[in-house]
């Protein structure tokens, strides 16, 4: 089956380490898309890329880094400078601009 | 600037009642809707979505949404609610002159008393 893989399902990160969260679809999309939740506040756009080696800045890129070497590859990293990473991060893709975003199952990162 | 309204932080219905979810947008074009609904620690599933034409829309598990432009509003209904409806429900804007990113609202956890 088609779809949008997020792994690990949950992270536990040290306090000053790097930590990389993987997403990968199968679903030919174009875009994708890196979102964070946290409670009562919906979700906010971290990164999207519309096309490979291509990404832009979402509202809250400060603290992350991501890549988009290959089509169905969209690896976010979480940085040190990230000042609350413990979050539950949301990888996305579409088809194109003008359909709805299909989402993986989430990855929960947590900062001990 | 572009936002979405969730007036209702929690809400809890009786199982077969009828149900609303409130969702506003602030928006200066012609609006892409969409709802969305989250279990517990999974990602999210679209229930429905607004483009263009029936402002009533309709979409899976029984739900539908009417989007009405002079009040902003695309809020969520669904008839008779069933248990396995408790989950937390998403309302967004499609931003497609900025590459397809999804603005939220905060959401709506809706619990169903047996």
């Known amino acids: 089956d088609g779809g949008i893989t997020q792994s690990p399902k949950y992270l536990f990160r040290k306090e000053g380490q790097n930590v990389t969260l993987s997403c990968e679809q199968n679903l030919n999309h174009d875009a994708m898309y890196w979102y964070r939740q946290d409670p009562g506040q919906g979700l906010r756009l971290i990164y999207y890329s519309q096309i490979v080696n291509d990404f832009q800045k979402g509202d809250i890129a400060e603290g992350y880094s991501v890549s988009r070497e290959k089509k169905e590859s969209f690896p976010l990293t979480v940085t040190s400078a990230q000042k609350n990473p413990t979050a539950f991060y949301l990888c996305?893709?579409?088809?194109?601009?003008?359909?709805?975003?299909?989402f993986g199952q989430g990855t929960r990162l947590t900062v001990v | 600037a572009q936002s979405v309204t969730q007036p209702d932080i929690h809400i809890t219905v009786s199982e077969g009642a009828s149900l609303e979810l409130r969702c506003n947008y602030s928006?200066?074009?012609?609006?892409?809707l969409f709802w969305y609904v989250q279990s517990p620690g999974q990602g999210l599933q679209l229930l429905l979505k607004?483009?263009?034409?029936?402002?009533l829309v309709q979409g899976i598990k029984g739900f539908e949404a009417e989007f009405k432009r002079s009040q902003s509003s695309f809020n969520l209904r669904k008839p008779s609610v069933h248990w396995s409806d408790a989950a937390e429900y998403f309302c967004?804007?499609?931003?497609?002159?900025?590459?397809?990113?999804?603005?939220f609202g905060q959401g709506t956890e809706l619990s169903v008393k047996p």
């Open positions: 996305a893709s579409t088809p194109t601009g003008y359909t709805e975003a299909f």
């Open positions: 967004a804007v499609g931003l497609y002159n900025q590459g397809g990113k999804l603005i």
């Open positions: 928006y200066g074009a012609t609006p892409y």
């Open positions: 607004y483009f263009s034409g029936d402002t």
